[in-house]
């Protein structure tokens, strides 16, 4: 087929490697896959429908490729990912112009959608109604559109926790895992092609194989992944509080290539509102956690996130939240402030508290947690790690340590590296300063 098509991923990595999955799909039935959106015939928009702003950001992005295709500067768009599986005909109503809707359950269907769209059509929608329940292995596991030596390894889709503010399993459907086979022949894969670093991804990725008596736990999972030979790194993303098992732990300590990281998001600290936020089973394994844990392994590096301003959220629990952030010390952490979301149990929930009280508690808290972060950062200096190159500017290099997600977590920057550097090289660094959330290094081999 002689059109190419170009891909705009947005929203968070499981959609970027939904959208790996589009283009293998593509690949394999000859389409071609533009070196850029802009100068593709057809311009892929991969959405994200998580809040507000995701949405907004992804309504912005589909009117701009309309107005490219009105001057002519493109033949089609095609809307994909959680927003249609959330809108489905009501997204197609708001967006006449766009010419092809896919559900994030039709993923396989992209080349039958594009030639429809190629040959003409419009408005066709392939996004089947009810939840989601597929999980899709990629055709070509190297295929990465993360534009570095790493990847992201999605082990699971879906949620069968059920938060009260969270639309995600209504768009993603239950919890569901992949054949263990297909990751570790994806994993495998991804190491043989140079991939240096693996992030093991899903939407609650210690959940693994809980949904099947036939697949091993995540602990045994990444045990195997942990005997692939090759020089490359693990880190686990997306992890439940009370999922943390002590065979988990031991792993961590243990491990070949898994990073003594863990990404643990709390949400809240007070009971009360993590009983309100439907996250009770939370409640015991949020206290003392970062204690717990760097007991059981020293040196892990913890990332979490917080949600502020939640229905009935008051000074006192939102005090409670202060002083166990101050205690517990995470290594990383990110703030967001509550937005209700249809279809989801908090929305129309009475007590909320005033944006502008729900966004000056998110300022307290990132302030607190500068504080902290300036404090670990400054005990840093003079360590050694490993450091993965990601690029080149000028004389600088810019990589990540173990410590550091990609995103999420700052970089690190090193210079006086040798000519021979390479992104993907793995070299050795010391740490010597830091700039608020990044790092910088001296070069030692
Ligand atoms: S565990 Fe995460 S994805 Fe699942 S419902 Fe809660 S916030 Fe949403």
């Given at each position: 087929m002689s059109v190419s098509v170009g891909f705009i991923s947005l929203g968070c990595a499981k959609n970027l490697v939904d959208s790996q999955i589009m283009a293998g799909y593509l690949k394999s039935g000859a389409v071609e896959l533009a070196a850029a959106p802009e100068s593709a015939d057809i311009i892929l928009i991969n959405t994200c429908a998580f809040i507000d702003l995701a949405r907004e950001e992804a309504t912005e992005t589909i009117l701009s490729a309309c107005a490219h295709k009105a001057n002519g500067d493109c033949r089609a768009v095609i809307v994909t990912g959680c927003m249609v599986q959330r809108y489905r005909e009501r997204l197609a109503e708001v967006f006449p112009e766009v010419d092809g809707f896919l559900g994030v359950d039709e993923l396989d269907q992209i080349v039958p959608l594009v030639e429809q769209v190629a040959a003409g059509k419009s408005q066709v929608l392939m996004a089947a109604a009810g939840a989601a329940h597929r999980n899709f292995d990629p055709?070509?596991?190297?295929?990465?559109?993360?534009?570095?030596?790493f990847a992201y390894l999605k082990i699971s889709d879906g949620c069968n926790h059920r938060c009260a503010y969270c639309a995600i399993p209504e768009i993603r459907g239950n919890f569901r895992s992949r054949s263990d086979r297909a990751i570790l022949e994806e994993a495998r894969r991804m190491v043989e092609a140079g991939v240096r670093e693996i992030n093991v991804i899903s939407q609650d990725t210690l959940n693994y194989g809980a949904d099947s008596l036939e697949l091993p736990s995540i602990e045994s999972l990444l045990q195997q992944i942990d005997q692939i030979e090759g020089d490359f790194r693990v880190r686990l993303l997306y992890?439940?509080?009370?999922?943390?098992t002590p065979e988990l732990l031991e792993l961590l300590n243990t491990s070949r290539h898994i990073c003594k990281y863990l990404d643990l998001p709390?949400?809240?600290?007070h009971p009360e509102i993590l009983r309100a936020m439907?996250?009770?089973?939370a409640v015991d394994a949020t206290q003392d956690l970062t204690a717990r844990l760097r007991a059981a392994v020293p040196g892990i590096v913890l990332r979490t996130t917080c949600l502020v301003g939640?229905?009935?959220?008051?000074e006192a629990h939102f005090e409670h939240l202060l002083q166990y952030v101050k205690r517990s010390e995470f290594d990383h952490l990110g703030v967001f402030v509550y937005s209700p979301e249809e279809?989801?149990?908090?929305?129309?929930?009475?007590?909320?508290?005033?944006l502008e009280v729900a966004e000056e508690r998110c300022e307290r808290l990132m302030a607190l947690q500068a504080q902290i972060v300036e404090k670990k950062l400054r005990l840093l200096i003079g360590r050694e790690d490993e450091l993965l190159l990601l690029r080149q500017e000028g004389e600088l290099w810019y990589g990540r340590l173990p410590r550091q997600a990609p995103d999420v977590d700052g970089e690190t920057m090193v210079a006086g590296l040798p000519a021979t550097a390479r992104v993907g090289d793995r070299v050795l660094v010391t740490i010597t300063g830091f700039d608020e959330y990044d790092l910088e290094a001296a070069f030692l081999g």
């Open positions: 055709l070509y596991p190297t295929l990465l559109f993360t534009g570095g030596p992890s439940y509080p009370s999922s943390v709390v949400q809240h600290s439907n996250r009770a089973a939640f229905p009935g959220e008051s279809d989801t149990a908090a929305f129309g929930m009475e007590d909320l508290p005033d």
